[in-house]
């Protein structure tokens, strides 16, 4: 089955670009997603982008999907203080069931 | 305002004890689910629905329960089989281009 890996922790300084990596293993995966997660809430969506696409952005976010080595990035431009949260990414093949990697926890000092 | 919504937020379950989630949504999705997240972990699927009175299990479906008689509704049971329910539950549902949105979660402790 589909298998999806991060690096647990960046550390960054306010106003840095923080890039967050992610690897997954299905190469029929269709979707990829990216969340937030805050201390304590649910799982917000960030942005996804189609296996079709190379790149996608919105606004300071920026997704890099390499379909080849089938490697997923989330680069936020200035980052801010409050950007600090986990970032989980996440892989589907459809069917509306996704696989989560075990979150990268991103840290902003100022 | 469209969204899910969860409670409670906090519960607490005594030994042999089975409790419910509740998960509304008013964002008119065919799809939802359940996940649940220990902590420094990722999600694992425990049931997801794809129509009413219909549903499948997940990846760690024991010692859980659903029902899905409504489209807006699905309610998850820990039962006493759930050695280890501890952790927090997340009800999500699904929009177009398969995205998936999620509640603010429930936070499970056994006493």
């Known amino acids: 089955g589909e298998d999806v890996e991060q690096s647990l922790f960046l550390s960054v300084r306010e106003g840095d670009s923080s890039v967050i990596n992610c690897t997954y293993t299905d190469s029929s995966s269709t979707y990829l997603y990216w969340y937030k997660q805050e201390p304590g809430a649910g799982l917000q969506l960030l942005t996804y982008i189609f296996s079709n696409m190379d790149m996608k952005q919105d606004q300071r976010l920026t997704v890099l999907l390499n379909k080849k080595d089938k490697h997923l990035s989330l680069r936020i431009a200035d980052t801010q203080t409050g950007d600090s949260a986990i970032y989980f990414c996440?892989?589907?093949?459809?069917?509306?069931?996704?696989?989560f990697g075990t979150g990268t926890r991103l840290l902003v000092s100022p | 305002d469209g969204g899910i919504t969860q409670s409670p937020k906090y519960l607490f379950r005594k030994e042999g004890q089975n409790v419910t989630l509740s998960c509304e949504q008013n964002l008119n999705h065919d799809a939802m689910y359940w996940y649940r997240q220990d902590p420094g972990q990722g999600l694992r699927l425990i049931y997801y629905?794809?129509?009413?009175?219909?549903?499948q299990k997940g990846d760690i479906a024991e010692g859980y329960s659903v029902s899905r008689e409504k489209k807006e509704s699905f309610p998850l049971t820990v039962t006493s089989a759930q050695k280890n329910p501890t952790a927090f539950y997340l009800c999500a549902s699904a929009g177009v281009w398969n995205t998936i949105y999620f509640g603010e979660g429930s936070w499970l402790t056994v006493v």
């Open positions: 629905s794809q129509i009413v009175n219909d549903f």
């Open positions: 996440a892989a589907s093949t459809g069917f509306q069931k996704l696989v």
